[in-house]
Every structure is written in structure tokens, then in C-alpha cells.
């Protein structure tokens, strides 16, 4: 009978095993401080934006970081990359906190960010909770609160991380960057701070899945998106009567022309969909592409008796990172205009498009460096094999790579009932929660030393 037996541990491993299991102790011991700052900051939420990043702020010159905290503008950005819409941008100054940790030397650096800005609170938004928003219940081994998965326990996990590596371990030897930047409204507080010179070698943004998946889920893919509006116009009737119906046909209608519109959107998401392909998005949902028209308005409710002069169709369309949007945007374009072709009256008034945001997508593939090394503190620490979430389009972890050209992943605790996805009672699980900041804290040893 052949007996395998397993190597006999060197003195660096099992160094490095005392060395991290000193440092989950820690954590575990440390829990109720852990999860008394991220409680603190829900409490927080109703003195507004700056009264969180204050705390966070606070928080970071404890642990003995270089702190800067900026009021920014968003920032205008390349066309080519992202933009949106005046009217989809909160032109208002916005607060950043960073935080470095500079290294002993030698070492690989390391951004973490998260957004501390949550949906704004409104009578709609706030209808229906059970648990008060603002008191930061634990009920059943969930933290209950406003903006807590969305993203405050991201701003948290960051912080008590390298509160654990400094207790336990020391400065690393790679700087160490925490960002708790607004990212609601457009606010693109990222990009501000990269903007302003702030660089590292790998970064990792720290926000539970929005696929309830918590840590089974590594965001190394984020598709790209565009939100579009189409206005298509039509010709009333010439008649001084009030009801039209005995002329429509006389008249152009602005429904019937949509019609033709929303055709060719269909033919177009038909033929990109037998056309363009990534392996991990047709894998996930069996497509790679997908075009949404959703939402149509006409005329007026209720005035049955009147043409529809205008028609404004509402949609957006996502797209592998192995596209450019503007060639995306491009093929919008050409199928708008190829409805004139055959229809006299949309060649002679062409719909017109406006676009009122877009996003490129980004991927970091998994035999990169940075993944390994999440994807190995994920399994070290709770020991199941997490996979790649390639479906939440838009995701932040594309603005390092996109403007400053730093791979970035994307990971958080086990949470539900977003408000951004019209939940109320928002959640995190308390246990990944501390699990979260045990991972983060194993990345921080692993990449920076």
C-alpha cells in the first residue's frame, strides 16, 4: 500500500501560518469594534454625506494614516470611456476621504475603496421598513441599515482590515490606500482622487454582491452599458376639430413610427446577440449582448381622441468588455438611420438620439496576480472555491482600470435588499462581514509583502 504523507512545513510557512492565524484571532477578538464602526456610520447617515466621512476620516488618523479629504466636482471624462448627461449629474461638490499607509519598502501597493454616499433617502424609498433605518439593528444575525450594503460595510471593511495588520503584523511593506469616495449621482469621486495623482499597483473595491451571493462572488468582469433616449416625431391632422380620430389618416402618428423604431432596435439586438460573444456572460445567461427598450411615451393618458405627435422611447444596451463603446453607440446610430430607408417620412425627419450615460466595460482575467491572490484569500478564509460574477454591468472596479490604468476586482459580504434595487429593510450578514475584513486584511499581507 503506497501512504502519501504531506511535506514537512518549513520554518518560513509555518511562520506565515502562525502569522495569520495571530491575525484572525485578532479580528474575531476585535469583532465588537469591528462591527461598532460600521453601525456608527449608518447612525450617521441622517446628519448627511460629510457627517459619515468625518467619522471615516477620524477613523483612518487613528490608525495613523496620511489623511487628505477633498470636496470635488465630478469631472468631466473622456467620451470614449464613460460620460453622462447634464441632467443625469448632481453638479454639487462632493466629499472624498483618502488615506495612505506608506510602506516600509519594497513592497507592492494597494488601493481599496468603497462609496459611503446611499440612496437619497425619500418617503418612497423609506416605506415599507421594518427595522429602524438609522439604528443599526442585529436581528437574526443581520445588520439592518441604511446604505449598509450600498456601501458602508465596503468603507468599514477596509478600515478595521488594516487595523487588524497593524495590531498584529506591522506596516506592510507596499503602500496602502483607502479610499471612501461618493460614487451616487455620477459623482465619480474615484476618478477625482485618481485624477489628482493618487496611484497604486492593484486595487480592490469593496461592496457586497448585488447578486446575494456574497463572497462565492468575485467581480473580475463588469460588461459595458449605454443609456440612450430616442425622440421620433409624427404630424397631427390639419383640422380645427377637437377630436382627431376621424383624421388620422391624414395624420402621421408618432405611435406608428415608434413601431418602426423599436423594430429595428429588435433587429439589431437579434443580430448582435448571434454575433458578439464572451465566454463568461454567454456562460452565466447564454448571452453576451443585450439590448432593452424600457420605457415608451405618447401623447398624452387619457386623450384618446388626439394624434400622438411625438414618441420618446428610453432603453439601454450592454456590451462585453472586448467591445468599445463607441462602436456599440455606432450601431445604435446605423440602425436609426437605416429606418428611413424604407419609411419616406422617418428619412425625411430622422429620430433623433441622445445619450445620457455610458460606461466602458473592463476584465481582469483569472490567471492575473491580483485575482490569484483574492481569489486565494476568499478560499483561506471561508473556504469555498468563489466563482467570477461577470453580470453586474457598470460596475465600479472599471474607473482604476480605465483612467489610471490599475487592474482592479471587486468584493464584499453576503447582503440583501438593496434600496437601489427598490428593497427597504437593507442587509448585511454580520459573520461575512467579519469574514470580509479577515479576507481583505490576508490581501493586504499577501500583495503587499
Known sequence: TLV?????????????DQSEQALFEAIDRNRSTHLEFLRNLIRAQPDGEAAVQELVSARFEELGLEV???SLFPIGLSPAHEFAAEEMIQMTERVSVMGRLRGTGGGKSMLFFGHPDPEPMTEE????????????????????????????????IMAEALAAVLETIGTPKGDILLASTPAKRNARGIVGLLNEGYHADASVYLHPAESEKGLRDIKAITSGMVRFRITVEGEAPETPEPGQTAFAHLAVNAVD????????????????????????LDAA????????????????RGSTTRVPTECVIEGSITFPPTELMPDVQQEILAAIEGVGEGDEWLAAHPPIVEWLAGTQGVEVPR?????????????????????????????????PKLFSNIPSVGIGPLAGDLTQAGGHDEWVDVEDYIRAIKICAKIIVDWSN
Not at 129 to 156: I, K, Q, S, T
Not at 258 to 276: C, F, K, N, Q, T
Not at 374 to 383: D, F, L, M
Open 68 to 70: 487628505e479629504t477633498q
Open 257 to 280: 413610427k415608434a413601431g418602426v423604431v423599436l423594430s429595428a432596435l429588435r433587429g439589431l439586438d437579434e443580430d448582435r446577440a448571434g454575433r458578439v460573444y464572451h465566454p463568461a
Open 4 to 16: 502519501l504523507s504531506s511535506p514537512t512545513p518549513t520554518r518560513a510557512s509555518t511562520a506565515q
Open 285 to 300: 445567461v447564454g448571452r453576451s449582448t443585450n439590448l432593452l427598450a424600457s420605457h415608451l411615451s405618447c401623447g398624452t
Open 367 to 399: 490567471d492575473h496576480p491580483l485575482y490569484r491572490t483574492v481569489h486565494e484569500a476568499v478560499v483561506r478564509v471561508t473556504g469555498v472555491e468563489p466563482e467570477v460574477n461577470p453580470l453586474h454591468s457598470g460596475s465600479d472596479i472599471r474607473n
Open 125 to 156: 424609498s423609506m416605506a415599507g421598513w421594518e427595522h429602524d433605518p438609522f439604528a443599526a439593528e442585529v436581528d437574526g444575525g443581520r445588520l439592518y441599515g441604511w446604505g449598509v450594503a450600498d456601501d458602508l460595510a465596503g468603507v468599514a
